[in-house]
């Protein structure tokens, strides 16, 4: 608090001196309670901003600050805090999930299908009715949906339905016959399809076969990718998200977003990491991409090590402890090595996902070796900052590398509450302390850059806030042995959010607390959510993102 006086008495000070001087702002937010994300304490009071830029914050409003024609909004004393970024999120699919038949959060299998059927009952006979979203974890009929569950009342129209976590799909039975999948046909590699007892498909098609359909869905075109960018961006600034990292995707996606920008319809700040193999060499050739207005970043990859855990393709040191394998690698050696060390030279971020323990090691492995390497020729930035994306289940000693090596762990609260349903059952009990150790990393120095993975989660800033805080489910449920002193504390939870990511796309300087000289993004909420009651985090409302000096949402 005593700094904070102390920041407040200087610009009253600098003010007092320029009192004749008009600040011509052009948005003055006042009555707002202010966290400016320095510390965790707020104080009621006004900030102003001209163009792109703070240039206002504090508890005296100077009289010249209403001199030119600035939009004024009083906020009645609700909560004003730094943009919230998602350091995670699939942007284009959070718009897709808007546009097509959204299934997510829906708790019961027999809902879901009244969803999808009242969905057809819009449409024409002929069309395809695809869906995302569905989870059956949470379902009380505790089985996966199957052909004949659609056949009933669509047995014309053919009908896609993805699982939340992208690795399965369900199909009804006119999609079977039109891909002339059959009791015969065999699993491809890597994938295969679900059939019963007597070797009958049951429209289950799980990872690479979910391939053996995918010519037939009709082909998404340019416009339609352009139209999911917008739609997810309107989307994410009406939940107060001002700004993105998006953890893979295409040169021609770049180009959308860059159509989108020179619009002015990039309302939300994206920070872009391209896909492995031909994006990412491209990028390594090119170098760089920095946008000094900080809407467009290109400087990072991402790359795949192992799979996910629900699915059991998380790489682990050890068997799964409900399954007789150890998960899988995704990466090769051959290829990712060349560009590891290409990177490091271009100065170029590496994002790699990894989830279980031993795909951590060999990522952590991996980044050393590529870090001796460029030390020895003289290649090394001071900095690289590279990520591991999820970084869920790490040993101990591992934990130590992330400090040793300057790894920034991305994590995603919602994936811990999402799992504390099966990883227990998955990792058993010993390993389960070593997976979302959010404090462990913290306490050890570490910075977490927080993200959703929405699509996969619903990437919702207020669910995220509440996962991390609380480590419960939405319904305040926690299985025994869920090391809850995992949790973090409000201010750590906001700082995953704000300053934490900024740090994470080099943008410190610029972006993730509320200080004279950053930009102008805000994050305003109808809510306390710093001090109160953990439920009521999630019935918070935004009222107010501000981008760049701009309104981009208000309620
Ligand atoms: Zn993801």
């Given at each position: 608090m005593i700094k904070f006086l102390f920041i407040v008495a200087n610009l009253y000070v600098s003010t007092s001196i320029a009192a004749l001087r008009c600040l011509e702002a052009d948005l003055i937010l006042t009555n707002g309670t202010i966290y400016s994300g320095l510390n965790d304490d707020s104080y009621v009071g006004t900030i102003a901003s001209k163009g792109s830029k703070i240039i206002y914050v504090g508890d005296v409003v100077p009289d010249n600050l209403h001199c030119a024609g600035a939009k004024v909004i009083n906020l009645s004393g609700k909560y004003i805090y730094p943009g919230f970024t998602d350091a995670h999120g699939h942007l284009k699919g959070i718009g897709y999930r808007e546009l097509s038949l959204n299934l997510q959060g829906i708790s019961s299998l027999s809902e879901t299908l009244e969803v999808v059927k009242n969905y057809l009952s819009t449409k024409k006979p002929g069309d395809w009715i695809i869906g995302r979203g569905w989870i059956d974890k949470v379902w009380p009929e505790s089985r996966f949906p199957t052909r004949w569950d659609l056949d009933l009342f669509s047995p014309n129209n053919p009908v896609v339905l993805e699982r939340a976590d992208g690795h399965a799909v369900v199909v009804n039975s006119k999609v079977l016959k039109l891909a002339n999948i059959d009791s015969n046909t065999e699993d491809p590699q890597g994938g295969f399809i679900e059939k019963d007892t007597s070797g009958v498909p049951t429209g289950l098609l799980v990872d690479m076969a979910m391939n053996l359909i995918g010519d037939l869905i009709p082909k998404l075109t340019r416009e339609d990718d352009k139209e999911a960018f917008l739609e997810g961006i309107k989307r994410n600034i009406r939940l107060g998200w001002t700004q993105i990292h998006v953890p893979g995707g295409t040169f021609e996606d770049i180009s959308i977003l860059n159509e989108i920008k020179s619009e002015n319809k990039l309302d939300q700040r994206v920070y872009f990491m391209v896909s492995d193999g031909e994006p990412a060499d491209r990028l390594l050739k090119q170098g760089p991409i920095i946008d000094p207005e900080h809407f467009l970043?290109?400087?990072?990859?991402?790359?795949?090590?192992?799979?996910?855990?629900?699915?059991?393709?998380?790489a682990l040191l050890e068997k799964y402890s409900?399954?007789?394998?150890?998960?899988?690698?995704i990466f090769l050696e051959e290829e990712t090595r060349p560009r590891l060390a290409k990177a490091l030279s271009k100065g170029i971020q590496i994002g790699t996902?990894?989830?279980?323990?031993?795909?951590?090691?060999?990522?952590?492995?991996?980044?050393?070796?590529?870090?001796?390497?460029?030390?020895?020729?003289?290649?090394?930035?001071?900095?690289?900052?590279?990520?591991?994306?999820?970084?869920?289940?790490?040993?101990?000693q591992d934990q130590r590398r992330f400090v040793e090596l300057d790894i920034i762990p991305s994590?995603?609260?919602?994936?811990?509450?999402?799992?504390?349903?099966?990883?227990?059952?998955?990792?058993?009990?010993?390993?389960?302390?070593?997976?979302?150790?959010?404090?462990?990393?913290?306490?050890q120095g570490l910075i977490i850059a927080g993200g959703t993975d929405a699509p996969v989660e619903i990437g919702d800033p207020r669910i995220e806030f509440y996962a991390a805080v609380t480590r419960k489910d939405l319904d305040g449920f926690h299985d025994n042995g869920w090391n809850l002193d995992q949790r973090l504390t409000r201010f750590e939870a906001l700082k995953m959010f704000t300053i934490w990511p900024a740090v994470a796309s080099f943008e410190e300087e610029v972006k993730g607390t509320i200080e004279v000289g950053k930009l102008a993004d805000f994050s305003i909420f109808d809510k306390d959510l710093m001090t109160i009651p953990e439920q009521k985090i999630l019935e918070a409302k935004t009222i107010l993102t501000v981008v760049n000096g701009k309104v981009v949402f208000q309620d």
């Open positions: 970043t290109v400087r990072a990859i991402k790359m795949y090590a192992d799979g996910a855990l629900g699915s059991r393709g998380a409900d399954y007789d394998g150890k998960g899988v690698f996902h990894a989830i279980g323990d031993h795909g951590n090691r060999v990522v952590l492995d991996w980044y050393e070796d590529s870090f001796i390497e460029a030390k020895k020729n003289n290649n090394f930035l001071v900095s690289p900052r590279w990520r591991i994306e999820h970084s869920q289940n790490i040993t101990p994590m995603q609260p919602s994936h811990a509450i999402g799992d504390l349903h099966f990883a227990i059952d998955r990792l058993g009990l010993d390993r389960i302390n070593n997976a979302y150790p959010w404090r462990n990393l913290i306490n």
